[in-house]
């Protein structure tokens, strides 16, 4: 009975080292002894990693962070622009998205992937670019909502004409951080005063009389 027991654990033990999990969130990708990946995905279950690897792709939301500094109809550069891209891949797609577009994506030293994330990092500034240029500084923070839809759209039809909308789309855009350049401010101060110093001025006169 001990021996059964033994050789049971032991089993147990190399199944475990031999094998990865792929979870109900993830997709999985077969790369071969040689670094060949294989055009299908793994499903959930367990893999065994003793032959080749298995890398391992969430499908649920991946988020990356996009600091900008685009030009407003003013001509001039905003101080900050901050926001978060909420997006997703396509996960029948993930295994040849992953070997065709290798330097687009994004690896942490957690080793956690990020299909195309670089990709999608360059398509969200070229989004930012394009839609806050139809605004004045201030009018920025005023239509936050409008712009993230904008921004949104503009990133998934800018995907969908290099053919990327078949890898990711982009869900949710959030906007963090807006600061209009300090020469707008500034002078939105200086109006500010002006028109209190003359509200001032009248209100002197008026009380002289």
Same mark, same amino acid.
């Given at each position: 009975m001990k021996?059964?027991l ?6 147990a033990?190399v199944?475990?080292t031999?094998?990865?999990r792929v979870?109900?969130?993830e997709?999985g990708?077969r790369?071969?002894?040689s670094g ?6 793994? =499903?959930?279950?367990?893999?065994q990693i003793v032959?080749?690897n298995?890398v ?7 988020v ?8 407003v109809?003013?001509?001039i550069p905003?101080?900050a622009?901050q ?5 997703g891949?396509? =996960?029948? !797609?993930?295994?040849?998205?992953y070997?065709?577009?290798?330097a687009?994506?994004?690896v942490t030293e957690d080793?956690?992937v990020y299909l195309?994330?670089?990709y999608v ?11 806050v240029?139809?605004?004045k500084?201030l009018e920025?923070?005023?239509n936050?909502a409008?712009?993230?839809?904008e921004?949104?759209?503009?990133i998934?039809s800018?995907?969908?004409a290099?053919g990327k909308?078949k890898?990711?789309r982009?869900?949710e855009i959030?906007i963090?951080?807006?600061?209009p =350049?300090q020469?707008?401010l ?5 109006i500010? !005063?002006s028109? !209190? ?6 209100n ?5 009389r």
């Amino acid at each position: 009975m001990k021996k059964l027991l033994t050789a049971a654990l032991i089993g147990a033990t190399v199944l475990t080292t031999a094998c990865t999990r792929v979870t109900d969130a993830e997709t999985g990708i077969r790369e071969t002894f040689s670094g060949e990946i294989e055009d299908r995905v793994l =499903p959930q279950g367990l893999h065994q990693i003793v032959v080749g690897n298995v890398v391992k792709v969430s499908k649920r939301n991946l988020v990356l962070n996009v600091e900008a500094q685009p030009i407003v109809s003013e001509k001039i550069p905003m101080q900050a622009f901050q926001m978060k891209v909420n997006y997703g891949i396509v =996960p029948e !797609n993930a295994a040849i998205a992953y070997k065709t577009e290798k330097a687009q994506h994004i690896v942490t030293e957690d080793e956690d992937v990020y299909l195309l994330g670089q990709y999608v990092q360059y398509v969200a500034n070229s989004a930012i670019n394009d839609v806050v240029s139809k605004y004045k500084a201030l009018e920025v923070n005023d239509n936050r909502a409008k712009i993230e839809t904008e921004i949104k759209e503009s990133i998934n039809s800018k995907l969908k004409a290099q053919g990327k909308d078949k890898y990711v789309r982009v869900n949710e855009i959030n906007i963090l951080k807006v600061s209009p =350049p300090q020469s707008i401010l500034n002078s939105s101060l200086a109006i500010v !005063n002006s028109e !209190n110093a003359l509200k001032t001025k009248q209100n002197e006169l008026e009380v002289a009389r």
